[in-house]
Structures are given as C-alpha cells and as structure tokens.
C-alpha cells in the first residue's frame, strides 16, 4: 500500500491493568473502506478513540496523512479532516436535530449557509421531517442518521462509524447499509472505519476487516478470508467451527 | 419547521412585547402602586435579576452550579465605587465594575473547565465565603468593616432610588436580556448546549472547553459586576455585611425559581432575590428569613422547573383548549 491515508502502528492503550488495546496494528488507504469487528470488549472503540484523539495510546505510533497524531488533541482532528460518530449517541438534547449537525461543516462561517448545508444533507438522508425535531422526540433509527449527517457535514477524508447500527431494526439497518455503500461509492476520497458487531452489515461496506479480541489482532485482510478462519469463528462463537 | 423550533428561535413575538410591556409598566406600577418604598426594592430586584442572568448561562446552559453570584456582585459594586472615589466618570466606573466582574469570572474558568459538580460548587462557594472578609482585608479600599458610600457623579446621586432610577435599572435588564438572547440563539448558544449535554462529540468537532467555559464564566461575572455597580448606585453603601453568602445563595435561587434557561425567568428570580427579602425584612424576629422559605418551598413544589417555564407550559396546555371551546 503506498502512501497510506491512516497508519496505526503497534498500538496499546491500558486503563490500569487492563489493556484495552493490545499491540493493535492497521494500515488505510486513501478512500478505503475497511470494517473492525469483534465481541464485546473486544477494543473496537478504543482504537476509533484512540484514532480520534479522544484516548491517548499508552504504547505505539498513529500516523494520519504521513504526520504523527499519536497525542494530538482531540479537537485537532477535524482540521485534519477527521469525522466520526459515536457508540454512544452525542446529540445535544436541548437542540433541534438540524442545530445539533450545524456543528459539522468546516470553514463555514456563516450560519444561514451552515443551517441551509445541515438542513439539505438531512433531507438527502431521508431524514428532513425530522430536522426541527429534538433528539429525544424522534425515532433511535432517525438520531444514528443525525449523527452521521453531522459527520459528513464536515466533508472528512477519514470518517470514522462507531457501530451505526447497533440498536436499529433489520429493514432499518438493510436501508442504512445501502446509504453508507452509496456514500461511500459516491464519495471516493473519503476513507470509512466501520466498527460494529454485525459482520453481514460490515460487509456490505468495507471489502477488508480487522477482528479484534480481547485487545488483540486476531486476523486481518480481506473480507471473505478473514470470515473464513476457524480462529476468527472460535473468537465470534466461543467454540471451535466445527463443534456442531 | 414545528412550531416550538420556530419560535424559539425568533426573537420578536407577541409574547416579548406583553413582557417588554409588562417591563415597562411595572415601575410605575411598583412607585404609584407601593411607594418609593415598593419602588426601591423593584430597582433593587432588577438589578439583582441581572446577576440571575449571568447566573443561569451556568446553570441552566453549561449544567454547573455557581454559588459565587454574590462575590461576582460585591466586585462589580466596589470596583466602580472605588473608581468613582477616584474621580472616575460614572461611565467608566461603571465599565470598570463590569470588566471586574469578567475577569474574575473568567479566572474562574481556569478551575471549572478541571473540575465539575459538586466539586466546583464547593470552589465557588469558597470565593463567595471569601469575599466579605477579603472586603474587609482591603480596608485602605473599602472602606472595610465600616464600608464606604458611593460617591455621586456627574450629577448623578447614588443611593437616590426614585422612578427615573428603577426605569434606567429596567432599561440596562432590557437591553442585556435582549444580548444575551441573540447570542444563546445563534452559535454561543449551540456550542454551550452541545458542550454541556454532548462533550464528547463538541471535543471531536473541535469546540474547545476552555473557551466554552471561559466565554460563559466571563460573561457570567461581567452581568454580575454589572448587576453590582446598580446595585451600588441603588443602595449607595457598600458594607462587607451586605455581601455574605446568603447572597450567593439568593441568586442561585433565583436561578432555579425563575427558571434556569429562561431569560424572563432570570426577571422574576432577581425579584424573588433583591426584592422579596427586602420587603420581608420588616418581618420581627427571624419571620422573614421563615417566611421566604416557605415561599421558595411553595415555589419549588408548584413549578419544578421554574416560575416562567411552568407559566409557559400552562398557557400552552390551556391553548388547544380555549381554541376547541372556540370552534365549538
């Protein structure tokens, strides 16, 4: 891979004696789509922490662009150009859905043209009816979209998606699955990390996977290889493939 | 749009002009009403409801509690008083209470963007503590123990009370209600609520909290330097006495009886602060401070989440009922 957009390089992040992270290695390229997927606990989202610049690595070397990022604040992200939503929703509940994505555009200093971008990636996301809504009054589905209209907003070259679509119905997560490839297909430049649970709907994005347990990389590389090592199934199921 | 976003983010309706209405009649309401008396504490109330207001961008938008509203005031009241002392203009005198304010406010955000809750309560409640004894310390400035009276400027006496005094208090509310709520309306607003309620993600879109902080914690302490250098002209005696904690405490209450993000609220808990313990004050014995008590338990019990919003949500309950009984 030459010129890799995003470079984690023997990563470890410990709180305490627990390690979150454990010697955890990655390489995207410029507009990549690449999934992480684990059981719980697994270090899925510490490593998107640590990549944001919301947890500083105990060990290791994250490279975003070539520069090391390893403990740049977290706020110094998106003027790199990195977006992200979170496993936990962060919608301000005082604030209108379309309020809470005006906080995503760059470089936009006025507010009609940051209200008016909000309002437009909301409706191109099938979610306009909402906008005036507050986050606590609309549906879980409509809130995950939200959040990752604000993330787009900000026109990322790296988006990182903290499990989207945990908490969303089947036909919900089919829909957002089909968006997200959209998007992504519509938007070369923008490389996605999907972290999530669901590996059907990692797939349909993300043609490369990384399967994290316990902290540590159990397999890395394309989709369908990864899938197929009895080492990543016994970390999914707990037992060896074959056992039935 | 629905109807509760529209309206809350335009800022001239027909409600801010029955409370401008309102704000301009009750003066003289209070003065033809009640007397100079009824009229001073109302001067008094307003001034006070300034404090309520920088007040509550604490409370009610970044979810922290301040019990340093008192400190806040008695800076703002000696700051211009000494300035006045010195020969100062009133005009400056008064910039220099506000800036006083600001910037002890802001020193305070150094602290309150490290520690949060309870903990921060607790240093604010120190420098409200603190203060009247630091009034007392800088007796070469204050007057100390047996305070100083605010000088008259340019003709201007303090201490006077009267109509004009209570309209120009009102006038000052008027004008820093309306800024504050253009600036809550537009981006400070959003960045101070998604601070407070969505840190992690104002973190990762780049909104820094030291700034938040400082910004709201500034602009708390200028409205409360503001609201003392009224105060001072008001009252025309500043004694380290009339700047304990009790103070701090009525303010917050205020807070939380007005209604924590309402800016009418912060009118109607400066009254309850400045104004209701003055006219409760002829009360014998300890009845006042019993009396107020009661009052504020009777308050808290009734409207949970403060006077002006619990009046709101009234009319708004009331309204789709009054239009049946109309189209019937």
Redesign the interface.
């Known amino acids: 891979m030459s010129d890799p957009l995003l470079v984690v390089e023997d990563v470890t992040k410990r709180f305490g004696a627990v390690a979150a992270l454990d010697g955890v290695s990655l390489r995207l390229a410029r507009g990549a789509a690449h999934g992480v997927v684990g059981p719980n606990g697994s270090g899925k989202s510490s490593l998107l922490n640590c990549v944001?610049?919301?947890y500083t690595p105990s060990t290791g070397r994250i490279a975003y662009r070539g520069a090391t990022i390893t403990a740049a604040p977290?706020?110094?992200?998106?003027?790199r150009g990195i977006?992200?939503t979170?496993q936990n929703l962060?919608?301000?509940?005082?604030?209108?859905l379309e309020?809470?994505a005006?906080?995503?555009p760059r470089n936009v200093r006025k507010?009609s043209a940051r209200r008016k971008r909000a309002r437009d990636l909301l409706a191109e996301w099938g979610v306009a009816g909402y906008?005036?809504?507050y986050p606590p009054t609309v549906p879980y589905g409509v809130r995950k979209v939200a959040e990752i209209v604000?993330a787009l907003l900000?026109e990322p070259d790296l988006l990182l998606l903290d499990e989207p679509a945990a908490g969303l119905s089947p036909h919900e997560r089919a829909d957002f699955a089909e968006r997200l490839s959209a998007f992504h297909t519509a938007r070369t430049g923008t490389a996605v990390v999907l972290v999530e649970h669901d590996v059907a709907f990692v797939q349909r994005i993300c043609s490369t996977l990384t399967v994290l347990d316990h902290g540590l990389v159990v397999r890395t590389g394309e989709a369908a290889e990864v899938m197929a090592d009895p080492a990543v199934v016994r970390s999914f199921l707990g037992r060896e493939p074959d056992d039935d | 749009?629905?109807a509760?976003?529209?309206a809350r983010r335009r800022l001239f309706t027909s409600r801010t002009a029955v409370l401008l209405a309102a704000l301009a009649l009750a003066p003289l309401a209070a003065e033809l009403g009640g007397g100079p008396y009824i009229g001073y504490a109302f001067a008094l109330g307003t001034a006070f409801a300034l404090s309520v207001l920088g007040n509550n961008l604490i409370v009610g938008y970044l979810g922290e509690a301040n019990l340093a509203g008192g400190a806040f005031l008695a800076v703002g009241a000696y700051a211009s008083a000494i300035a006045l002392a010195h020969g100062l203009p009133l005009w400056l005198a008064g910039l220099i209470g506000i800036a006083a304010g600001a910037v002890i406010g802001a020193l305070l955000s150094i602290p309150a963007a490290r520690v949060h809750g309870h903990q921060l309560a607790l240093a604010t409640l120190g420098l409200a503590w603190a203060a009247p004894d630091v009034i007392r310390y800088a007796e070469a400035w204050t007057g100390g123990s047996d305070g100083m009276y605010v000088p008259t400027s340019g003709g201007i006496p303090a201490g006077l009370g009267g109509l004009a005094d209570t309209y120009v208090v009102t006038g000052i509310f008027v004008v820093c209600a309306l800024l504050v709520l253009v600036a809550l309306r537009?981006?400070a607003g959003?960045?101070l609520?998604?601070h407070?309620?969505?840190?992690?993600?104002?973190?990762?879109?780049?909104?820094?909290a030291w700034a938040v902080a400082m910004l709201a914690w500034g602009a708390c302490g200028a409205l409360g330097g503001l609201s003392g250098v009224l105060y001072g002209h008001i009252v025309g005696y500043l004694s380290p006495d009339e700047f304990t904690f009790q103070v701090s405490l009525f303010i917050f209450v205020g807070s939380m009886v007005g209604g924590a993000?309402s800016v009418p609220g912060a009118w109607i808990g400066g009254l309850l602060a400045g104004a209701v313990p003055q006219l409760l004050s002829d009360i014998p014995g300890g009845g006042s401070i019993l009396t107020f008590g009661v009052v504020l338990a009777a308050v808290v019990a009734l409207a949970r989440i403060g006077l002006y919003p619990s009046l709101e949500l009234l009319g708004a309950r009331l309204r789709p009922a009054r239009k049946e009984a109309a189209d019937e």
């Open positions: 944001a610049g919301h977290v706020g110094s992200g998106r003027r977006a992200r979170f962060q919608l301000a509940a005082s604030l209108t309020e809470n005006m906080l995503g507010e906008a005036d809504a604000r900000a | 749009m629905s509760t976003a529209a537009g981006r959003r960045l609520l998604t407070a309620e969505a840190g992690p993600a104002a973190r990762g879109f780049g909104v820094r993000r």
